[in-house]
T-cell receptor, first 113, second 113 residues
Framework: AQTVTQSQPEMSVQEAETVTLSCTYD???????LFWYKQPPSRQMILVIR??????QNATENRFSVNFQKAAKSFSLKISDSQLGDAAMYFC??????????FGAGTRLTVKP | KAGVTQTPRYLIKTRGQQVTLSCSPI?????VSWYQQTPGQGLQFLFE???????NKGNFPGRFSGRQFSNSRSEMNVSTLELGDSALYLC????????????FGPGTRLTVL
């Protein structure tokens, strides 16, 4: 079964600095999708960025980018120029080709002014 | 375009009762997935419906069931509630569910006393 591991329960970053959240996963499949979701205190999950496993190029969305290392099964999220509004729980998620969805335990990000 | 809506937002029940939660997906979305979120277990996949058929199911007891209507609205039912069923129940919709982005609703907070 696929598993998703986020080894950092909590992270802290100074406003305007850069922070990287780690995620590793375990799978024997070659076709899958990876996601980072953000869950602010309001509790509504928001998609931050997604990566198709067949694409070698790392996905980027404005200040958010990923470092996707398929062989190492690693999928880290980099947040540049951190803002106070980035404070939230961040979940790494894996979705298989047959739609099985697994989430990591989450990383709570604090942004210090 | 309206987002995913879930009703009710908050619910208090007692052990042994049953509960029905509702989810209205984004217009045009045919896939609806349900998740349970607790502090101890994190985010866990319950089931996914597509075109009124359950397409995928997580590892939950038979007390948890769901259905989807022809207009793609979905309900999940939990019978014989236990204290451990207290959780935030999230619904997410997507176009077809395979590799599409999932859009999450605000969740229903269920408290079992």
């Amino acid at each position: 079964a696929q598993t998703v591991t986020q080894s950092q329960p909590e992270m802290s970053v100074q406003e305007a600095e850069t922070v990287t959240l780690s995620c590793t996963y375990d799978t024997s499949e070659s076709d899958y999708y990876l996601f980072w979701y953000k869950q602010p205190p309001s509790r509504q999950m928001i998609l931050v960025i997604r990566q198709e496993a067949y694409k070698q190029q790392n996905a980027t969305e404005n200040r958010f980018s990923v470092n996707f290392q398929k062989a190492a099964k690693s999928f880290s999220l980099k947040i540049s120029d951190s803002q106070l509004g980035d404070a939230a729980m961040y979940f790494c998620a894996y979705r298989s080709a047959d739609n099985d969805m697994r989430f990591g335990a989450g990383t709570r990000l604090t942004v210090k002014p | 375009k309206a987002g995913v809506t879930q009703t009710p937002r908050y619910l208090i029940k007692t052990r042994g009762q049953q509960v029905t939660l509702s989810c209205s997906p984004i217009s045009g979305h045919r896939s609806v997935s349900w998740y349970q979120q607790t502090p101890g277990q994190g985010l866990q996949f319950l089931f996914e419906y597509f075109s009124e058929t359950q397409r995928n199911k997580g590892n939950f007891p038979g007390r948890f069931s769901g259905r989807q209507f022809s207009n793609s609205r979905s309900e999940m039912n939990v019978s014989t509630l236990e204290l451990g069923d207290s959780a935030l129940y999230l619904c997410a919709s997507s176009l077809s569910g395979r590799v599409d982005e999932q859009f999450f609703g605000p969740g229903t907070r269920l408290t079992v006393l």
